[in-house]
């Protein structure tokens, strides 16, 4: 019998009317689900977080390592020009990352769900309206990168100087034609997970990190290709990541999910939900570019009244932007793992697995960050010097900056999977406003506010040093938010739990 919970999950979405016809040989109904999906309504709660999240968490690595082994192999091979480059290019590319995450992790959230109900045929259309709506937007980005106007225009809006504008120019465009693979490799990837089989959803991107450290080190180290060898490096790693995601769902034998030429036709209620379910995921990543056109523009300025200078000070705070994005992607991962466990139970009616996954869930990313913390706090030094920083002057910054930014980093794992959950458990209001608390909210007006208050309090600081100082007051506003949320939301789920006993 259907569960008033998972009731309300179905008629969260509206019937779709023209949508494209229903997908053959997808069976619907609980009865028969193959034992992969079964067992996450089923099988003890820490042991499925383990499974799940530890393919999860080494593929948020992966994917976050990209723009790490950019920026490794070319401040190696440039040096700080090289960081400067990637350091303009970083909103673009969080911009990428956003659209991908918008259609992939709306479409895997909606799929979960669906599964949890015993609705096979609605996950499969979910799973080919996200790849028809990778398509599309792969068309539109590839349309930016041949308009000169509108990539000046992100240039300028990312504060580039006449010094890195050319090379940064030449970066992203490469990177626009390869969207396409991101999107593919990266959002439709989730759906391997939400099929039962973590292992192979890491293996994707695993092919993708490697193929992309072995060009980069052709292109860039042995060929001398520079900032244009990294990019199209970084489109080859997507490429062969992307081949694999799509291999899986159209060949493995044994697949609960399958790639169907009549699911590609979008639907527009579908494609309307999947939307509003990725839409915290994109929010995310969407106030990320919006906090670093803001802070690229507040460096040129503070920098440049400065003793490190606009350049350095992009190539400084582009390493701390770097090493944020590595921290913060296994906490993003665990979040994520933990969302086709959330869904399923949460649309079958288990209200008890979904309170204890999402506690323990916690405990795994607060445990996390813990870890991270303390190797930034114990070696900052050593991590400075892997983006080969060596001006004595500009590394005591880096520095001093790395060890402010991170101060709250043990408890943002709260904070982004407390988030998350209510993507999971089909309730995006919420979810999106949590998500845009700490980036637009907080974040934002802090860091255009704080370089003219902070100095006046703290004579010592300068209004460069006040730009690492907002992260962890926003963090702190930000975690201190999610926590009044999920005190609601432990209340309703009880009161859930007495109406249905």
Known sequence: MTTRSAQAINE?????????????????????????????????????????????????????????????????AVGEMGLSVVTVANPIMIVFMALAMLVGNGGNALAALRLGAGNRDAAERALGNVIGLSLLLAVIVAAVALNPAFLDWLLTASSATDEVRPQARVFIQILCFGFVFQCIGMGVNNFIRTAGAPARALGTMVIGLVAATAFNFLFVIVLGWGVAGSAIATIAGTACSAGAVLWYFLFAPDVPLRIRARCLVPAPRLVGTILAFGFPSFAVQAGMAAVNFVLNFQLVAYGAA??????????????????????????????????????????????DRVRKTLWLGIAAATGFGVVEWAAIMLAPEAIVAAFSITHPGLVEFTVFALRVQFVMLP????????????QATGQPAKSIFLTLTRQILFLVPLLLVLPGVLPRIAPGLTGLDALYFAAPISDFLAIFTVAVFIAWEMRRLRRMEAAEA
Do not use: W
Request: charged share 15%; glycine share 14%; with cysteine.
């Open 411 to 422: 408890f943002v794992g709260f904070q982004i999977v407390g988030s998350n959950y209510f």
């Open 12 to 76: 969260a979405e509206p019937a779709e009317e023209g949508r494209a016809p229903s997908c053959p040989d997808a069976g619907q109904g609980a009865h028969g689900e193959p034992e992969r999906l079964a067992r996450m309504g089923t099988a003890p709660i820490p042991k499925l977080i383990v499974e799940f999240a530890v393919p999860s968490v080494v593929g948020m690595v992966v994917n976050g390592s990209y723009n790490l082994i950019d920026s490794i192999f070319l401040g190696n």
């Open 306 to 351: 400065s003793p490190v200078g606009a350049e350095d000070a992009l190539a400084a705070i582009g390493v701390l932007n770097r090493i944020g994005m590595f921290t913060v992607m296994p906490l993003i991962g665990i979040a994520v793992a933990l969302q086709p466990l959330l869904g399923y139970n949460y649309g079958a009616g288990r209200i």
